[in-house]
DNA sequence: GAGTGGTCTAGACCACGGT
DNA sequence: CCGTGGTCTAGACCACTCA
């Protein structure tokens, strides 16, 4: 079997398992790029040397990992990243007839300041290296709904401070994408529940030691380099997560 | 193909699918019972008229569901629920040398009382039913860590009402399964969080208005029948749940 | 060694999407 | 209509478990 690229694969491994890593490095490598269909699984069949229920096979565990996506009669696509899993939906993004919505976001602080010791190493770079810091408030009808800390490598993101903040938008990440070139892909979230202090209680409107919602999320590249960590305060009373266990 | 138990299955459904169905039935209605191997797959094939692959397939989607599973070399088995997704485990529920361990449990209270509106909805009976509600407190190394209420249909789990709480020993789910027959199979959670009441905070050794999660419980029998509602109160300070996001 | 699930093949036919 | 993914087959051989 011919790989394209030089990824580090066991050949005792099964053969799915190895079009599956090799598939799985180009979607991250970005030559299969979002939106766009890949090879057909009659090509890839011909290209690997395997039969098409072996590609299959692996392009099944992709899908279930819902980085490709099917459709039948028209190709196999590679999945944006959406979010979709994030625990910020289990707050209520909602209008007032209930439909789903983007908060309105405000930055309420852009500054350049010194990684503090927690942000250094969910980062992974040094104590003291500098960074871009954000303070933003998000709002639904013009409510307060959640706070959000947000520190930024300042030589990957130096371009946000050459823009207002008041023109961001209320998307982050748009942004990061077309001013610096940096593409969020992944992340993990960390939710636990605090009560709230007396500064954050004022910007939130909500009673001060009232509990709060806290999710802290390291955003990671497409090779898993740390990009972006925040830390977000919402009212607990906005919040309510569900699961189903078997 | 040959239907041992009357499922409603359309006809047009995939083979796989038809397979996924019949099997699934009989996981739930206890002919496949937990820990014990099912047909192999060639006897499957034979009994369903299909080819192995076909057979695979199905059995594929229940590995994945978490209801099977396979071992190789000695069969495919029928896995017992095992609630490893709950969100409780997101608790700290470890010893002073950081080792895992089930709570200890304290049955604090004990009565047979009418449903009030809430449980009534969440058992589907009717309001003023009579029902058997628990407090029971769960202690790691003698500290409070989570304060639970509980409630259960009378008709039910009358047998309950036999034994000495003292004697329930620090799991319910395998006494409702020895006395009343009665089997948890699958839950639905939620997580929200608020500040503690004067009587909670007593209870789990926490200061008044302190945040805590609040965990609420519904335990549901193989065919989907809810057995058991509860509401679980721990203090936030000892809770971290973390996700993945793609 | 007999029997289980795990991998893989090469082909057939179907259902759907666009042209 | 053609090309895509979706379903299904009948077989081969491998890897593992257990007696």
């Not at 999945?79 to 983007?102: A, D, I, M, N, Y």
């Not at 908060?103 to 871009?132: N, T």
Request: hydrophobic residues 40%.
């Amino acid at each position: 079997m011919k790989l394209s690229s030089p990824v580090a694969s066991d050949h005792r491994l099964p053969r799915y398992q190895r079009l599956h890593d090799e598939f799985s490095a180009r979607i991250a490598g970005r030559q299969w790029k979002p939106d766009e269909p890949i090879p057909t699984e009659a090509e890839l069949a011909a290209t690997f040397s395997v039969s098409i229920g072996t590609v299959r096979k692996a392009i099944d565990a992709l899908v279930a990992a819902g980085r490709l996506e099917r459709l039948q009669g028209s190709g196999t696509f590679v999945r944006r990243p959406k979010f979709g899993s994030s625990l910020f939906r289990f707050f209520r993004f909602e209008g007032r007839e209930g439909e789903k919505l983007v908060p309105e976001s405000r930055i309420l602080k852009r500054e350049v300041i010194e990684a503090p010791q927690a942000v250094a190493a969910a980062l992974g770079v040094a104590v003291g290296s500098p960074c871009i810091h954000l303070n933003r408030l998000r709002l639904i009808d013009r409510q307060p709904l959640l706070l959000e800390s947000i520190w930024l490598q300042k030589s990957r993101f130096n371009a946000l401070l050459e823009i207002d903040p008041r023109e961001f938008g209320d998307l982050l990440y748009p942004l990061y994408e077309q001013y610096c070139g940096q593409v969020i892909a992944s992340a993990r979230e960390t939710l636990t529940a605090e009560a709230v202090g007396s500064r954050n209680a004022r910007l939130l409107e909500i009673a001060p030691g009232s509990p709060v919602i806290v999710i802290e999320r390291l955003a990671l590249s497409f090779d898993g380099q740390p990009l972006e960590w925040r830390r977000s305060h919402g009212g607990a009373d906005q919040f309510r997560y569900h699961v189903e266990i078997r």
